[in-house]
């Protein structure tokens, strides 16, 4: 059902490095845009500037994206806990305060999303379970680069996990 295993890339730079905030027309917001619901773990990536966040600043200029609610906290969490570890500098912390609330993404409230995510939490986290219960809402699929829920979720909703591109020796 889900494309495991998918990459994207491309030599554009993305919102790792500031850009891809460049204001779109209204018509080019939605276009022939197809929606997709992004997790945390993506916009880890694209927030921290992994190699991945090429592929994802890809998605996130080519389709609509939407989101749980939770996704905010979590991104951040995930920030302030390699933070905490030391893996990340306040520079980047701070980066990821400042853009995170402008990522071009639509918020979608819990709470109609609450029932699904209950059915499918004996398989998945309970965090997860919200991007589930969201990509099979509209039947679009869920963009991660976290292989764990690409695992668990592939016969739940349609997913594209997203890597770190190739490089040849």
């Known amino acids: ?73 979590e991104v951040y969490a995930a920030f302030r806990r390699r933070f905490r570890q030391g893996l990340v500098d306040r520079d980047r912390l701070e980066f990821v305060a400042q853009r995170l609330p402008s990522l071009p993404v639509e918020r979608v409230s819990l709470t109609s999303l609450l029932w699904e995510a209950h059915l499918l939490a004996d398989r998945l986290s309970s965090s997860d379970a919200f991007y589930v219960a969201l990509a099979r809402l509209h039947d679009c699929e869920l963009v991660t680069s976290d292989g764990r829920l690409a695992r668990d979720a592939f016969d739940l909703a349609h997913i594209r996990l997203i890597t770190a591109p190739e490089t040849s020796l």
């Open 1 to 73: 059902m889900g494309d495991r295993g998918t990459q994207a890339s491309s030599d554009r730079p993305g919102w790792e490095n500031g850009c891809g905030s460049r204001q779109r027309s209204s018509e080019g917001r939605t276009g022939s845009r197809r929606l997709i619901v992004l997790d945390a773990s993506s916009a880890v990536e694209l927030l921290g500037g992994s190699p991945a966040a090429v592929g994802v600043a890809t998605i996130i200029e080519s389709e609509r994206g939407t989101v749980p609610a939770h996704f905010d906290a």
